[in-house]
């Protein structure tokens, strides 16, 4: 099986025959093209985020430097020995940020990786650091070092954080990172770019179409939703497109099948350009951290490592439900009894609703929630069934008569699935996780569909944070399976992190 140029572990099958070389217009290479003519918006972002650190790191480095000074008074000559221990530690800080790349072009604006590098990198550092104190025997860490330096890496996510959210208003305007042209089969190519569209502006416009094949006969979905983007049609111009078009990447979304070494004659075509080559994976939901490259002279592999559904990320995955779940229970409890309070005040019945869901491996619990609806809304559920507003197995309604007054202020704000918390510090779901199935939804399940139930339900999860019950049924499937194959403890913070947001701003909750 191969894809792009990349070929996955299988089976040896015989090479094609060799094709006549193709005339190539080649270009001499330039030394280093990309970093004298990178996009403005590109080398001011990264600007921006430099000037953003050093400001950070510096108050980070000398508060606590500052307080043993003031505590200490030393004489001069030790005041300036701390200074340029200060400046020491802030120019390693900065360094190390800029040797995990944490500015590099292809992690920002998208993604979880810019925050893991700005963590790895702050990490190493503290390591560092803690490993000095004890080689130079300075006796006890001074408090204001315990404090500073984990500030100022938090610091430093939300400095990343909130410049990322300038970014996305700016790809709202039609300003990015990168401007592309999507090289492929017609479907590909229109795949690529509704996913860049949907979740991806920040970092790519896509400018223009090299379409594998004559201009479509008659208009399909695809080519409808192609027709608004200058296209061409001949693959031995994608360079000449790329530039005509002004485009930063050229993104190949699947290689030719009658031109096995077009991705080798499209990257001779780029050399000596500022246009970067990207290739668009066909594995189809599979996350990067499970794709490790393993090159072999003339043959790169592709190796994917299979999900894995116990062992020790799991075990941490379940102690930081516990953590979260018990820290918020005690948090939040003043919230829990008002809202209970408003839940009887509002309508007659009780404050909770218990429902019976599926959970992992198929083991069904007992889930809590705030009543939201009239206490005969199971008995009213039949003669409502026709104006059901979703496809699949679900049901939903957007102005469903059984809910009250007080739930649909609750479910806007998601502030129903609290008493869940509950759920999660007993075992039954997770902090994130797939959205917990009734059981007659689980009856009517295809096969794949149960993969869902191979890890714990969430609270929230890829489905909160993607648009809720305007989803459809399969977009909902894809989502959960997406989660259950390549969830991280970081993809899991920065999921909480958007369910934050999303209660604030809710989408699609009704």
Request: proline share 7%; charged share 20%; no cysteine.
């Amino acid at each position: 099986m191969t894809h792009s140029g990349l070929t996955l572990d299988s089976p040896a099958r015989p090479l094609p025959a060799r094709r006549p070389a193709r005339a190539l217009h080649l270009v001499e290479p330039s030394a280093s093209p990309a970093a004298d003519t990178a996009r403005p918006l590109a080398r001011s972002f990264r600007h921006r985020l430099l000037a953003t650190d050093i400001l950070i790191v510096a108050v980070a480095v000398t508060a606590p430097f500052a307080a043993v000074t003031a505590a200490a008074a030393p004489r001069p000559t030790d005041a300036l020995a701390l200074g340029m221990i200060a400046a020491g530690i802030a120019t390693l800080w900065l360094t190390l940020l800029a040797a995990f790349g944490t500015r590099d072009s292809r992690v920002l604006g998208v993604g979880v990786v810019e925050y893991k590098r700005v963590i790895s990198a702050s990490t190493m550092l503290m390591g560092l650091l803690a490993i000095a104190f004890v080689v130079a025997q300075s006796g006890p860490i001074h408090p204001a070092f315990v404090v500073a330096f984990p500030a100022g890496l938090s610091a430093l996510v939300l400095s990343r954080w909130g410049w990322r959210r300038w970014l996305v208003a700016q790809g709202r305007e039609g300003h990015s990172l990168s401007r592309v042209v999507v090289v492929g089969a017609r479907s590909d190519v229109a795949y690529v770019t509704r996913q860049i569209e949907r979740a991806s502006r920040a970092a790519y416009t896509v400018v223009g179409a090299v379409i594998d094949g004559p201009p479509a006969a008659q208009a399909d979905a695809a080519a409808a939703s192609l027709k608004e983007l200058p296209q061409r049609h001949n693959l031995d111009a994608v360079a000449a497109t790329a530039a005509e078009l002004g485009a930063d990447s050229v993104v190949v979304a699947g290689s030719p099948s009658d031109r096995p070494d077009f991705i080798r004659e499209l990257s001779w075509q780029l050399e000596g350009t500022a246009t970067e080559l990207v290739l668009a994976t066909s594995l189809a939901d599979v996350a990067g951290p499970r794709i490790h490259l393993r090159p072999i002279e003339g043959l790169p592999l592709i190796h994917v490592e299979i999900p894995q559904f116990e062992g020790g990320r799991h075990i941490v995955k379940r102690a930081f439900d516990v953590v979260v779940s018990a820290t918020a229970l005690v948090l939040l409890a003043p919230l829990l009894a008002l809202i209970a309070l408003a839940v009887r005040l509002d309508s007659p019945g009780p404050a909770l609703f218990a429902q019976e869901r599926v959970g992992r491996d198929g083991r069904r619990f007992t889930m809590w929630k705030f009543r939201t609806m009239t206490p005969n809304a199971s008995e009213d559920l039949a003669g409502l069934l026709d104006h059901n507003e979703t496809d699949g197995v679900l049901f939903k309604m957007r102005n469903d008569p059984r809910v009250t007054r007080i739930g649909r202020l609750l479910r806007r704000h998601s502030l129903d699935e609290l008493p869940q918390l509950w759920n999660i510090l007993i075992g039954d779901m997770s902090v994130v996780g797939p959205r917990p199935p009734l059981p007659r939804e689980v009856e009517s399940y295809e096969k794949h569909v149960h993969r869902r139930l191979y890890i714990r339900p969430g609270l929230t999860g890829m489905w909160q944070i993607n648009g809720r019950s305007d989803l459809s049924w399969e977009e909902s499937v894809r989502l959960d399976l997406y989660y259950v194959e390549n969830w991280s403890l970081v993809g899991d913070i920065v999921i909480m992190w958007r369910t934050l947001r999303q209660v604030s701003n809710p989408v699609g909750a009704y």
